[in-house]
């Protein structure tokens, strides 16, 4: 039914160093749900953050649906994640450490057809950091060639 619909944000693995990650719901109107379908997403700028202990992701871009009509939605607005009370009690404990952000890292339908949401607890890659992925991605894709021939 889900069609693998799996899409991946790239640069949050290249600037946060993540640590634990977990898969969340995510609430969607019916035009957002069929722009996901058709893998008309974009995680440019989008975060997680703890309000009023419920976690919302900002910044997420959903095309607007073609064919949505009157009952479109707005391709950049908050959307809630659903988290189990202990899951947000101990991410939300994770956060207030200094350094710590909640990261989308991807999303998905899975068997169901639910929208899935996997979000990454990580701290900011320093310069030097970002070097060593770098090497270590040529690197491996160097020994992938040669393994190759």
């Known amino acids: 039914m889900s069609d693998n619909i799996y899409i991946k944000n790239k640069p949050a693995t290249f600037d946060f160093a993540v640590e634990d990650?977990?898969?969340?719901?995510?609430?969607?109107?019916?035009?957002?749900?069929?722009s996901v379908r058709?893998?008309?997403?974009s995680f440019n700028d989008s975060y997680c953050l703890f309000s009023h202990g419920e976690l919302w992701l900002k910044g997420l871009y959903i095309a607007e649906y073609v064919?949505?009509?009157?009952?479109?939605?707005?391709?950049v607005r908050d959307r809630k994640l659903l988290l189990t009370k202990k899951e947000l009690r101990k991410w939300e404990q994770k956060v207030k450490e200094k350094g710590y952000t909640i990261v989308p890292l991807s999303m998905y339908l899975?068997?169901?057809?639910?929208?899935?949401?996997?979000?990454?607890?990580?701290?900011?890659?320093?310069?030097?950091?970002k070097r060593e992925s770098i090497k270590q991605r040529d690197t491996d894709r160097e020994i992938r060639r040669f393994l190759k021939k």
């Open 38 to 41: 058709n893998g008309k997403v």
């Open 67 to 75: 064919n949505a009509g009157y009952a479109g939605h707005l391709p």
């Open 21 to 34: 990650k977990v898969k969340a719901g995510i609430i969607l109107t019916g035009s957002e749900i069929k």
């Open 110 to 129: 899975n068997e169901k057809g639910l929208a899935k949401m996997e979000i990454g607890l990580g701290r900011g890659k320093k310069v030097h950091d």
